[in-house]
């Protein structure tokens, strides 16, 4: 099928956009197969696919297929859609991936644009800040996007706190939650981590070849144990007086969150992150207060006194002086 651009749709994205406009109701196979432009049997090869995926349709027979309220999937297509005319975008969906990061990279390496956007719905191998694992249970948000920036390498940190800094307005746009974000790439919701980011690139003294940025955020998946009193989930957040858990919708968040970074990467553009700063400085949860950045071969404490125009964390120590930290694990 041809999308309003004239552009060729997958079946199983537009099968999955279909249920999902009409979740809660049966559309027969007939009907999907008619405006997907393919046969009764295609269908019901795509649905048993997604099933085994885990996407929850109901089938039933001589009545057809219907995906409830309560699933919580991406919808690619519905994505699209929502950014169409905003960001010229490139989803590449899939199910399972090691890590989108590398994905994305390899995607890159061979030409991939700008806004190729990489999202899997569980990785098995996902990659988190100074060589750590990062849990990617199903029912988060794992994304990579590529970027092609014009700017020197020493700057590209710059892009963390500003998808940090994406992140944490979609949050408060789509929850009202409080998000604030935390140098140098963590955004935080009741002192608790609710997103990482881990961007990666590729270039050589002057020039960025391009950079991948790698987001996970916790929406609906289970946070581990271990990590209960230092990590969170939108979802968990969003809990009800009853305790009840809230289904955050992941695709609305996406298409939110994609149209917020393009607009904020815009604005770097013509500014080299003068106003980005400024708005990540507003909602920081790190300036002014004591902290502690560890890093491979030294451990700096002070007071988080500002950002500087290359991302770097400036820090007055208790005997009076002003050092610069450019990475590291900031402890509060
Ligand atoms: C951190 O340690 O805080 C950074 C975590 C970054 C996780 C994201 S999930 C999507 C992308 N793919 C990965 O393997 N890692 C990043």
């Not at 997958?10 to 956009?17: A, E, G, H, K, N």
């Not at 027979?61 to 991406?74: F, K, W």
């Not at 700096?300 to 400036?314: F, K, Q, T, Y």
């Not at 002003?322 to 402890?331: E, F, K, R, S, Y």
Request: proline share 3%; net charge neutral; with cysteine.
């Amino acid at each position: 099928m041809l999308d309003d651009m004239g552009i060729c749709v997958l079946t199983r994205d537009i099968i999955l956009f279909l249920l999902d406009r009409d979740r809660g109701i049966f559309r027969s196979g007939e009907e999907l197969a008619k405006i997907a432009g393919v046969s009764r049997a295609a269908v019901g090869k795509q649905v048993s696919h997604m099933k085994k995926e885990g996407i929850p349709i109901m089938s039933r027979r001589s009545t057809g297929y219907m995906l409830p309220h309560s699933a919580d999937v991406i919808v690619a297509e519905r994505l699209r859609r929502g950014l169409s005319g905003i960001v010229d975008v490139q989803i590449h969906e899939y199910d399972e991936v090691g890590s989108t990061n590398d994905v994305a990279g390899d995607m890159a390496r061979i030409g991939a644009g700008e806004w190729s956007v990489v999202v899997a719905e569980t990785q098995h191998a996902g990659k988190g800040r100074l060589g750590r694992a990062w849990d990617s249970q199903r029912g988060g948000l794992w994304l990579s996007v590529v970027l092609r920036p014009d700017m020197p390498p020493r700057s590209v940190p710059l892009l963390s706190l500003l998808a940090g800094l994406s992140v944490a307005n979609t949050i408060n746009e789509h929850t009202g939650l409080d998000a604030r974000v935390k140098w140098p790439n963590d955004v935080k919701l009741n002192g608790k981590k609710v997103c990482g980011i881990l961007s990666t690139m590729s270039a050589d003294a002057q020039k960025v070849h391009h950079c991948v940025i790698g987001i996970g955020i916790n929406v609906n998946n289970p946070i581990l144990n271990d990590l209960q009193g230092i990590a969170t989930s939108l979802s968990q957040e969003s809990c009800g007086k009853m305790g009840d858990r809230r289904i955050v919708d992941r695709t609305d968040m996406l298409t939110i969150l994609l149209r917020i970074m393009k607009t904020e990467y815009d604005t770097f553009q013509t500014d080299n992150g003068t106003s980005m700063l400024k708005r990540w400085r507003s909602l920081s949860e790190t300036l002014g207060r004591n902290v502690t950045v560890v890093s491979a071969d030294s451990s700096i404490s002070g007071l988080a006194m500002n950002v500087d125009s290359d991302g770097g964390l400036i820090i007055r120590t208790p005997d009076g002086e002003t050092l610069t930290v450019h990475a590291g694990d900031c402890l509060i």
